[in-house]
Structure formats: C-alpha cells, structure tokens
Nanobody, 125 residues
Framework: QVRLVESGGGLVQPGGSLRLSCVAS????????TGWLRQAPGKEREFVAG????????YYADSVKGRFTIGRDNAKSAVYLQMMSLKPEDTAVYYC??????????????????WGQGTQVTVSS
C-alpha cells in the first residue's frame, strides 16, 4: 500500500520558519514527482510546490516563490518543504502528494495519484 506521511507543521509567528517533511513508502518505482498542496478553511486546495524524481526540476506557486524551497532525498524516500518568511495567509493544511505524470506536468490536484493525511500550519501573532 502506498503511503505518504507528513510532519513538521505547527504554530509559528509571522516572519518565522517551518520545515515540513514527507516520507513515502509502498511505491513499486521511485520514478514519481512529488508536490506540496495546501487547503485553507473554506477555500479550494491549491498547489504550492513540486519537484521531479531527480530533483532537477522544481515548480512553485507565485505566492511562495522566494520564500519556500522544495527538495528531496531519494535515499530516504523523503521530500521536504522549507518555509521562510511565513505570512498569515500561508495558514492551511499542507498535503504531500505524488504522481507519475505520464501525461506531463500539471499543478492540478487531480493530477496527483497519492496523498498524505496533511499537517496543519498556522501563522499567527
């Protein structure tokens, strides 16, 4: 069974930092792209950042460019999201998701095949 488990969420003040981790298991192949998506109360789930299997290609939503960094360590089957200069509008449940993207890259939630349970990030004074 494929499983993605996120960790690292919590409460942080504006301007602070958090590092989210996603550990994957159960894949028959390591050739997957992985991303982070988030969902705030009352809003649609939105793409945040994505990374190719080899880490050579990354994608970011405009709202987080320059503040968030996505990386991966395939030896540990882990993907990370380093979040800097956090803002209240970053408050959301953050999900790790993965897919094969055989039809090509897409930031749409429907393009991802597997999802973690989510981890809460709250940015507040």
């Amino acid at each position: 069974q494929v499983r993605l488990v996120e960790s690292g969420g919590g409460l942080v003040q504006p301007g602070g930092s958090l590092r989210l981790s996603c550990v994957a298991s159960g894949f028959t192949s390591d050739w997957h792209a992985t991303g982070w998506l988030r969902q705030a109360p009352g809003k649609e789930r939105e793409f945040v950042a994505g990374i190719s299997w080899g880490g050579g290609s990354t994608y970011y939503a405009d709202s987080v460019k320059g503040r968030f960094t996505i990386g991966r360590d395939n030896a540990k089957s882990a993907v990370y999201l380093q979040m800097m200069s956090l803002k209240p509008e970053d408050t959301a449940v953050y999900y790790c998701a993965s897919g094969t993207f055989r039809a090509g890259w897409s930031a749409l939630p429907s393009a991802f095949d597997y999802w973690g349970q989510g981890t809460q990030v709250t940015v507040s004074s």
